[in-house]
């Protein structure tokens, strides 16, 4: 208790640095809050430029919740190009890259494609490929200025 008392009357600061982690991140929590911390604000700040509450980003963050897929743009704008798999390879992470700038759901994107929403969930996920005479709208899709399926 001796120590703890000339702790306030002691004029040196203790300076740490910031541990960051030594993988680049790889859920979208894990970008978002890079981002932040590569730029010093708050949770709250970024909450208040996507227009949700601070919890709901925190949760975001922590990877407890998955925002809106209305929000999507939103988020991938404000994260910058690369950000996101759109620079992968992979069709099924193309897909799902271009799906949620686009800001659709798996539904949405399956009514734009004409298949069911279990069948763009299947592709995405790499389940399977899509038949023969899906191919040129999903294609049209992913290529660049896509979104305009045929």
Do not use: N
Request: charged share 25%; glycine share 10%; with cysteine.
């Amino acid at each position: 208790s001796g120590l703890l008392a000339f702790l306030p009357l002691c004029r040196k600061s203790l300076i740490a640095s910031k541990c960051w982690p030594s993988e680049p991140p790889r859920t979208l929590g894990e970008r978002l809050k890079a981002w932040r911390l590569e730029r010093g604000l708050e949770q709250r700040d970024v909450a208040a430029m996507l227009g949700v509450r601070p919890a709901t980003y925190g949760r975001w963050e922590r990877d407890q919740k998955r925002p809106a897929i209305k929000l999507m743009p939103r988020i991938l704008t404000l994260l910058g190009p690369g950000s996101c798999a759109t620079q992968k390879s992979l069709p099924e992470e193309r897909l799902l890259s271009v799906r949620q700038l686009l800001g659709l759901s798996q539904a949405g994107l399956a009514e734009k494609l004409g298949v069911d929403r279990g069948t763009v969930g299947d592709w995405e996920r790499g389940v399977r490929l899509p038949a023969e005479e899906r191919l040129a709208a999903v294609e049209a899709l992913l290529s660049p200025g896509g979104g305009k399926p045929a």
